[in-house]
């Protein structure tokens, strides 16, 4: 058999320290091999890159470290190659001793290796943070925060924000990532692949979220069998199933936004939307970190919020509200309505909460949004007691709104028609004549103006009933109305007591069976002073548990509460106080409709950089962001067809391209160029 083995490498001079190295092959059997075989030779050819930069890479001194430098060395830790069975944290000293940076460092401190092997080992131990100053440290004491990440990783869905989150508890830290940035990104790689190969780490954060998944579908299913068996609750079990029904419609709706693009992609995310793991699958690839591609309309992490969000709007509040209100109308007698009422209340409560929640803690957030997000403490107890706070505080708020909108149904239905579609026209007007209508979401078209209009409705609808603490930001509903709508929808429920009682008269009382919790339990009426004092004690639980999160969260942040600025400003903040190219870039982000008044300003800045970035490329020179870049602001026909091309079909993967993202070089994370050695290194 005969067959062609072209290759080239090709050594350019990137500056005095760096040198990219592109190495080019093909292998031509005339197709006489199997794909596999031709592809496993050519992934072992690729390797010789990885050969390369890794050589280079132990030559290169710690003042030349940068981010990239720290990427690799994470990667090399973490697989430092070497006698087989010997675990990675073993070799730690090795490592360290074949790279001129690295011993440098390790002469400046001499726990560097001790510290190391603990990050790398990541064996479970209670948490624990240490106050010394980065000169004072100790071996002993540096062992003990290296121990300390793991389990601030496994409290963190990823593992940047474990990072952070451990960074802020140990105060050396803070002063070794200030004073060597690059190490942050290091200690991020090797958290990456300790989360990605821990027992307890992605496994656990996927489990997790299928299990809250799946239980939450368990209890909806018990309650619509109760309904079902029963003729005067039939029509209501039909509603629940209408809620499911609706909720993966709009799931549906996200993966079309999301995949028009790529067809076969589509349709199989329509698959877990059916089958009802689209919200497991997201948790998956968030904990993996996954990057968006060109056809993408929003990353992963926000698909995955929508995608909550969704499940909030059509199944857990109107599920919520459904159940209280055949509890006070028909009287439901068969023991597990009160049990999964609590348990879809605590779900949606619970789900209301991690979003705010890891929102703030994600330290991409922090830095890019310094003025709004950082409100969780950085330390201590307080940041579970916070994410319990804001939990109870959507839960309460949710029983509250679903007893009050039940009995405002039991007067008349078009009563609570009426107070909602009133409420909600007024949010829309506002923002309409705020110019602040557009959803931030980057859709263009009807189909934008549909997007648009959707999650408008959903937001409000979700911060009525649950008070997500993330939708006070500017684009959503903003501080000020936030904090007014909070206090308008406590006072409507008791508003709506008032209605129940007074729509008969007032020496009449209404009176509705509802179930005790016992197996063998007897209906009991509810009285109006029974009435007056369950909407009193719920609606004091919340304000006791939402006084509590205002004391715990910083209190340089509690002024986000009251903010009135538009959305609009927010997106043109991202280009007017962006500083650099990358914080400047993050306007594309954004729907443009958000901030085309200043169009002319972004478009020159586009013109006046295109070019160098063709030549520089930036890590957030991506494709995708690439794609959201009007193609007529490109003067050059041949960069504009090549444009159009990014955005019909994405990017066509070359073999090297496969390689890399399967960890060929470096396993993905190492760089693909290397610092060349001076003549008295050599």
């Given at each position: 058999?005969?067959?062609?083995?072209?290759?080239a490498m090709r050594l350019k001079?990137?500056?005095?320290?760096?040198?990219?190295?592109?190495?080019?092959?093909?292998?031509?059997?005339?197709?006489?091999?199997?794909?596999?075989?031709?592809?496993?030779?050519?992934?072992?050819?690729?390797?010789?890159?990885?050969?390369?930069?890794?050589?280079?890479?132990?030559?290169?001194?710690?003042?030349?470290?940068?981010?990239?430098?720290?990427?690799?060395?994470?990667?090399?830790?973490?697989?430092?190659?070497?006698?087989?069975?010997?675990?990675?944290?073993?070799?730690?000293?090795?490592?360290?001793?074949?790279?001129?940076?690295?011993?440098?460092?390790?002469?400046?401190?001499?726990?560097?290796?001790?510290?190391?092997?603990?990050?790398?080992?990541?064996?479970?131990?209670?948490?624990?943070?240490?106050?010394?100053?980065?000169?004072?440290?100790?071996?002993?004491?540096?062992?003990?925060?290296?121990?300390?990440?793991?389990?601030?990783?496994?409290?963190?869905?990823?593992?940047?924000?474990?990072?952070?989150?451990?960074?802020?508890?140990?105060?050396?830290?803070?002063?070794?990532?200030?004073?060597?940035?690059?190490?942050?990104?290091?200690?991020?790689?090797?958290?990456?692949?300790?989360?990605?190969?821990?027992?307890?780490?992605?496994?656990?954060?996927?489990?997790?979220?299928?299990?809250?998944?799946v239980l939450d579908i368990v209890?909806?299913?018990?309650?619509?069998?109760?309904?079902?068996?029963?003729?005067?609750?039939?029509?209501?079990?039909?509603?629940?199933?209408?809620?499911?029904?609706?909720?993966?419609?709009?799931?549906?709706?996200?993966?079309?936004?999301?995949?028009?693009?790529?067809?076969?992609?589509?349709?199989?995310?329509?698959?877990?939307?059916?089958?009802?793991?689209?919200?497991?699958?997201?948790?998956?690839?968030?904990?993996?970190?996954?990057?968006?591609?060109?056809?993408?309309?929003?990353?992963?992490?926000?698909?995955?919020?929508?995608?909550?969000?969704?499940?909030?709007?059509?199944?857990?509040?109107?599920?919520?509200?459904?159940?209280?209100?055949?509890?006070?109308?028909?009287?439901?007698?068969?023991?597990?309505?009160?049990?999964?009422?609590?348990?879809?209340?605590?779900?949606?409560?619970?789900?209301?909460?991690?979003?705010?929640?890891?929102?703030?803690?994600?330290?991409?957030?922090?830095?890019?949004?310094?003025?709004?997000?950082?409100?969780?403490?950085?330390?201590?107890?307080?940041?579970?007691?916070?994410?319990?706070?804001?939990?109870?505080?959507?839960?309460?708020?949710?029983?509250?709104?679903?007893?009050?909108?039940?009995?405002?149904?039991?007067?008349?239905?078009?009563?609570?028609?009426?107070?909602?579609?009133?409420?909600?026209?007024?949010?829309?007007?506002?923002?309409?004549?705020?110019?602040?209508?557009?959803?931030?979401?980057?859709?263009?078209?009807?189909?934008?103006?549909?997007?648009?209009?959707?999650?408008?409705?959903?937001?409000?609808t979700i911060a009525d009933f649950?008070?997500?603490?993330?939708?006070?930001?500017?684009?959503?509903?903003?501080?000020?109305?936030?904090?007014?709508?909070?206090?308008?929808?406590?006072?409507?429920?008791?508003?709506?007591?008032?209605?129940?009682?007074?729509?008969?008269?007032?020496?009449?009382?209404?009176?509705?069976?509802?179930?005790?919790?016992?197996?063998?339990?007897?209906?009991?009426?509810?009285?109006?002073?029974?009435?007056?004092?369950?909407?009193?004690?719920?609606?004091?639980?919340?304000?006791?548990?939402?006084?509590?999160?205002?004391?715990?969260?910083?209190?340089?942040?509690?002024?986000?509460?009251?903010?009135?600025?538009?959305?609009?400003?927010?997106?043109?903040?991202?280009?007017?106080?962006?500083?650099?190219?990358?914080?400047?870039?993050?306007?594309?982000?954004?729907?443009?409709?958000?901030?085309?008044?200043?169009?002319?300003?972004?478009?020159?800045?586009?013109?006046?950089?295109?070019?160098?970035?063709?030549?520089?490329?930036?890590?957030?020179?991506?494709?995708?962001?690439?794609?959201?870049?009007?193609?007529?602001?490109?003067?050059?026909?041949?960069?504009?067809?090549?444009?159009?091309?990014?955005?019909?079909?994405?990017?066509?993967?070359?073999?090297?391209?496969?390689?890399?993202?399967?960890?060929?070089?470096?396993?993905?994370?190492?760089?693909?160029?290397?610092?060349?050695?001076?003549?008295?290194?050599?």
């Amino acid at each position: 058999m005969r067959g062609k083995y072209p290759s080239a490498m090709r050594l350019k001079r990137k500056n005095n320290k760096e040198t990219t190295v592109e190495y080019v092959f093909q292998i031509d059997f005339g197709g006489l091999l199997p794909a596999w075989l031709t592809n496993s030779y050519m992934s072992a050819n690729a390797g010789y890159v990885t050969e390369i930069q890794e050589y280079f890479q132990e030559l290169r001194r710690l003042v030349d470290y940068d981010a990239e430098d720290g990427r690799a060395l994470g990667v090399r830790l973490m697989h430092p190659g070497g006698e087989k069975g010997k675990k990675p944290w073993r070799k730690v000293r090795a490592v360290v001793g074949r790279h001129k940076g690295l011993t440098e460092l390790g002469i400046e401190y001499e726990w560097l290796v001790g510290f190391l092997e603990e990050v790398v080992r990541g064996k479970w131990v209670m948490a624990a943070s240490v106050s010394t100053k980065l000169v004072c440290l100790s071996e002993m004491e540096a062992r003990k925060i290296g121990r300390s990440l793991m389990p601030a990783l496994k409290q963190r869905k990823t593992a940047d924000a474990g990072l952070h989150q451990w960074k802020m508890q140990n105060r050396s830290m803070v002063e070794l990532f200030e004073k060597y940035d690059w190490v942050e990104s290091m200690l991020l790689e090797v958290a990456q692949e300790v989360m990605n190969t821990a027992p307890w780490g992605l496994m656990w954060r996927v489990c997790t979220s299928a299990t809250l998944s799946v239980l939450d579908i368990v209890t909806d299913v018990v309650v619509i069998v109760g309904y079902m068996g029963k003729e005067e609750t039939r029509g209501y079990g039909y509603s629940l199933m209408g809620m499911l029904v609706a909720s993966m419609v709009l799931q549906a709706m996200i993966v079309f936004g999301q995949h028009r693009k790529k067809p076969r992609e589509m349709a199989k995310e329509m698959l877990f939307v059916v089958t009802g793991m689209k919200g497991p699958v997201d948790a998956y690839r968030v904990c993996i970190g996954k990057q968006m591609e060109e056809h993408h309309v929003i990353d992963a992490k926000l698909e995955l919020v929508m995608t909550k969000l969704c499940e909030l709007v059509c199944e857990s509040i109107p599920g919520c509200l459904l159940q209280v209100f055949v509890i006070l109308k028909v009287g439901d007698t068969s023991g597990s309505a009160v049990p999964s009422l609590v348990v879809s209340a605590l779900t949606a409560g619970f789900a209301s909460g991690t979003v705010s929640y890891d929102y703030d803690t994600d330290p991409v957030g922090r830095k890019k949004q310094p003025e709004f997000y950082g409100y969780v403490p950085d330390e201590g107890i307080a940041r579970p007691l916070l994410l319990v706070c804001m939990t109870l505080n959507s839960a309460l708020l949710l029983l509250i709104r679903a007893f009050s909108a039940a009995m405002l149904m039991l007067v008349k239905k078009r009563f609570l028609v009426m107070y909602m579609a009133g409420d909600m026209a007024l949010y829309l007007l506002q923002k309409v004549l705020r110019g602040d209508f557009h959803y931030w979401i980057p859709i263009d078209g009807p189909f934008g103006l549909l997007v648009s209009l959707l999650f408008r409705v959903f937001v409000k609808t979700i911060a009525d009933f649950t008070g997500v603490v993330q939708f006070r930001a500017d684009p959503e509903l903003g501080g000020l109305y936030w904090t007014v709508n909070m206090f308008l929808a406590l006072l409507a429920s008791f508003g709506s007591v008032f209605v129940y009682y007074a729509d008969t008269g007032e020496e009449e009382v209404k009176k509705a069976e509802i179930i005790s919790i016992g197996q063998n339990s007897t209906a009991f009426e509810i009285e109006e002073r029974v009435a007056w004092t369950l909407i009193g004690y719920l609606s004091g639980a919340w304000a006791v548990s939402f006084g509590v999160f205002l004391l715990l969260m910083k209190k340089e942040y509690r002024h986000t509460f009251f903010t009135t600025r538009k959305g609009k400003q927010w997106a043109m903040n991202f280009f007017l106080k962006g500083g650099n190219d990358e914080g400047k870039a993050l306007v594309f982000t954004v729907n443009k409709k958000q901030w085309w008044a200043i169009r002319e300003d972004v478009k020159e800045w586009v013109q006046e950089s295109w070019w160098r970035w063709k030549e520089e490329k930036p890590e957030w020179f991506s494709l995708a962001w690439q794609s959201k870049v009007p193609k007529e602001w490109i003067d050059d026909a041949e960069e504009r067809a090549r444009l159009d091309k990014v955005r019909e079909k994405g990017r066509r993967r070359s073999v090297v391209g496969r390689a890399a993202s399967k960890g060929l070089f470096g396993r993905g994370r190492g760089r693909v160029y290397a610092g060349m050695p001076s003549e008295k290194e050599k």
